[in-house]
C-alpha cells in the first residue's frame, strides 16, 4: 500500500501517533527496526568508515591549493558520500530500510484501524 492510498483521517492519526505506534508493532517488526542500525556486518562497517576515508583522503590531495577550501569541499564530497551509503546499505548488508519497515508497521495499523471502522 503505498503513502496516497490511507485515508486523510488515519495519515492524521499515523503521524501524531507514531511513535507510539512503532513501539506496540509485532515484536517481528519492531525487532527488525531496531536492529536495521546496529552494525552487526562487515558491510555495514564499510559503509560507516567510507564517507570518512574520502573525507581525509581528499584533505590529504593537493588538487586545491587553499587548504579552508580543500577541506569544505571534502566535507561535501563526504557528505555526498554518506547519503549514497545510505541508499546503498540495503543492497550491501541485506537489510531493509528504516523506510520499508516503517511502511510495513503503518499498514500493520492501517489494517487494525479498518477492521475497527467497520
Known amino acids: 500500500m503505498t503513502e496516497n492510498t490511507y485515508p486523510r483521517d488515519f495519515e492524521i492519526y ?4 507514531k511513535a507510539d ?3 506496540q508493532a509485532p515484536r517481528a517488526l519492531k525487532e527488525e527496526r531496531e536492529n536495521n542500525g546496529k552494525m552487526n556486518t562487515a558491510g555495514d562497517w564499510l ?3 567510507l564517507p570518512i ?3 581525509v583522503g581528499f584533505t590529504n590531495t593537493d588538487f586545491i591549493k587553499s587548504e579552508l577550501l580543500r577541506f ?5 564530497i563526504g557528505f555526498v558520500c554518506f547519503v ?4 546503498v546499505k540495503p543492497l550491501v ?3 531493509r530500510s528504516i523506510v520499508d519497515i516503517d511502511a510495513d508497521i ?3 495499523f492501517y489494517g487494525i484501524y479498518k477492521e475497527e471502522q467497520h
Open 21 to 23: 505506534l512503532i513501539r
Open 84 to 87: 549514497i551509503t545510505v541508499y
Open 47 to 49: 559503509l560507516f568508515a
Open 14 to 17: 499515523w503521524e501524531s501517533h
Open 93 to 95: 548488508n541485506g537489510k
Open 72 to 76: 569544505v569541499v571534502a566535507l561535501a
Open 106 to 108: 503503518k499498514a500493520y
Open 53 to 55: 576515508i574520502v573525507i
